[in-house]
């Protein structure tokens, strides 16, 4: 069975704070990973997509992959109240059959004013 | 901008009825996908469709059934309406093999 791995918290960070969410992953061969944000009783909203070991920024959100030790990792610099929700974690397997992501439970992040 | 809509935000059915639930993407996407999510249990993959009229169980395929005679909708049909398939559905649609899934707002059925 291959497994994604979140803490389901809540991690609460004060304003202005880097709030750091991390997921572990079953399958090495993993190929595509990505960040959602889901407010409460709305859907999931792509964030983040990496592809390849190292680093990747876009504003205020960085995205950290290391395959070798099978985990992705979203940093998010200068934390706002608004950015109060759950943070799921999706890997795509690699190879034939299943074509959809498998989803963590989620992260809830809670940034206190 | 992706849009999926989804046709209903809200639905209340009764016991035993057959539920019809719609999905259209605007993006020509390939792929698409109903999940259902619960408290404490996330996101579930119900079934997925990679082309017109294919699909494929995802894991929890049992009580449904699904639909796509055209490329941009996915339908997905609960054939016998029961009190614990009372949930958030949520559709999504994908491009390629590797890319990400785009999701529209989201259906909460409550069936009585």
């Known amino acids: 069975q291959k497994e994604v791995e979140q803490n389901s918290g809540p991690l609460s960070v004060p304003e202005g704070a880097i709030a750091s969410l991390n997921c572990t992953y079953s399958d090495r061969g993993s190929q595509s990973f990505f960040w959602y944000r889901q407010y409460s009783g709305k859907s999931p909203e792509l964030i983040m997509s990496?592809?390849?070991?190292g680093d990747k920024e876009d504003g205020r959100f960085t995205a950290q992959l290391n395959k070798a030790s099978q985990y992705v990792s979203l940093l998010i610099r200068d934390s706002q109240p608004s950015d109060s929700a759950t943070y799921l974690c999706?890997?795509?397997?690699?190879?034939?059959?299943?074509?959809?992501?498998?989803f963590g439970s989620g992260t809830r992040l809670q940034v206190q004013p | 901008d992706v849009k999926v809509t989804q046709s209903s935000r809200y639905l209340v059915k009764r016991t035993g009825e057959k539920v019809f639930l719609e999905c259209v993407q605007d993006m020509d996407h390939e792929n698409m996908f109903w999940y259902r999510q619960d408290p404490g249990l996330g996101l579930r993959l119900i079934y997925f469709?990679?082309?017109?009229?294919?699909?494929e169980k995802g894991d929890i395929p049992e009580g449904y059934s699904v639909s796509r005679e055209k490329k941009e909708r996915f339908s997905l049909i609960l054939e016998s309406a029961s009190t614990n398939q009372t949930s958030m559905y949520l559709c999504a649609s994908s491009g390629g093999v590797n890319q990400p899934q785009h999701f529209g707002d989201g259906t909460r059925l409550s069936i009585l």
């Open positions: 469709s990679y082309d017109v009229k294919m699909k």
């Open positions: 990496i592809y390849s070991n």
């Open positions: 999706a890997v795509k397997w690699k190879g034939p059959g299943r074509r959809a992501l498998t």
